[in-house]
């Protein structure tokens, strides 16, 4: 398993507050992007794309079961080989 940075876990929340439209300390590593912030499942689909494009990275959609909050995407993204 990959170590996943601090510069890519800031650009990781970056990515998540600019799609689901929050400001940087309206989010916490566990507060849930669902039930906390109101996300669907077109915003889901929307940070994995992101995130593929900007890590360079291929995410397989049976991810975004773990990708219910920062947490869980640093987790993703440290298992994905880059």
Do not use: W
């Amino acid at each position: 398993m990959a170590v996943v940075t601090p510069d890519e876990k800031q650009l990781i929340k970056g990515i998540v507050c600019d799609i689901l439209e929050l400001e940087g300390d309206e989010i916490t590593d566990d507060s849930l992007f669902i039930e906390d912030h109101d996300a669907d499942s077109m915003r889901l689909i929307e940070i994995l794309s992101s995130l593929e494009l900007n890590l360079k990275v291929t995410i397989e959609q049976s991810e975004l079961t773990r990708m219910v909050n920062l947490e869980g995407v640093y987790g993703v993204i440290g298992d994905t080989s880059r």
